[in-house]
């Protein structure tokens, strides 16, 4: 059996199992929740606790959960379906890659790190300051962990950065064995990376109500929960944390001001849940990403992304999953 053929079946398997298990998972104290994320480095398997949640058409609409406000350490997780975490990885992947094979290995112009895999976690070069979160090493913890076969030369090169400096020296190696191996492993595990990206969210939602400024605590968790409570709600929550973040690092950002999901909710205008909430976070992520053009500094010319910023942003007010 070819190791293509082998990863794919693996990747599988592991993917119903994994979706087993989370579907049993409840949400953790916000105190202990820190570390949860992309801490974990022991290869292990996650044992199934129930059957996969088959879902009977791709339209179905993803579930939505409320109460964030007083959500506790026992409160379950949404149950997300294959055919639905399916959804989530290729939008995200429409969105951050163009649905292209090609495109995951990358690096975007302009930028001082490696974009990869479905949601272009971010690999930056050793000895390179992270200055917009280091994630690729995280998402290589999260698909040993479930049991995926991780390249040796990739393991090795995980605690030591990316190995090109440049997108220049990623271009010139585009096409080499150990980069066509990247990208196949990338295109094999593209679920697991989706569950990787849901998890990221469903760990940062206790957390945004209590990170915001006393002031605006109420408002965020009423916006959060307006928009987690419409059809594709969820999705849109899920993707915005892939793009930019939780906004929890207060030090983050320019000036001071980080343009998170956090401050997505902070900006909003209140609303009940339906479609006026999902123009409402468009519109105010939109506000939150202007904000960040104005406050960046002129040589990195973060102008030239907005447009592409907003086309996104639009997908938000019609999510269709």
Known sequence: MSRQLALKTICSSLLIMYLSACSQQTVVDTENADD?????????????????KKSTTSKRQLPVRHGFQQMTSR????????????LIADKIFQNEGGGNPDNLVHWNEGE??????VGHFTWYPAGRPARFGNTFPGLLAHLEANGADVPPWLQQARYRGAPWQTKTQLMQAKYTPEVQELKNFLYQTRLLQAAYI???????????????????????????????????GWYVLVAYINFKGEGLNQRGGYNGQNWGLLQVLESMQPC????????AFANAAQEVLERRVRNSPPARNEA?????????INTYRRPNV
Do not use: C, Y
């Open 36 to 52: 949860v994320f992309a801490s974990s480095t022991a290869k292990k398997k996650v044992k199934p606790k129930t059957s996969v």
């Open 75 to 86: 409160q379950q997780v949404p149950n997300i379906s294959e055919a639905e975490l399916r």
């Open 112 to 117: 001082d790190f490696a974009s990869l895999g």
């Open 198 to 232: 849901v998890e990221r969210a469903r760990q940062a939602m206790p957390k945004l109500v209590n990170a915001a400024p006393s002031d605006a605590r109420q408002r965020v968790a009423q916006n959060l929960n307006a928009v987690a409570n419409t059809p594709g």
């Open 272 to 279: 009940k849940p339906g479609a006026p909430a999902l123009h």
């Open 304 to 312: 030239r992304w907005l447009a592409g910023w907003s086309n996104r």
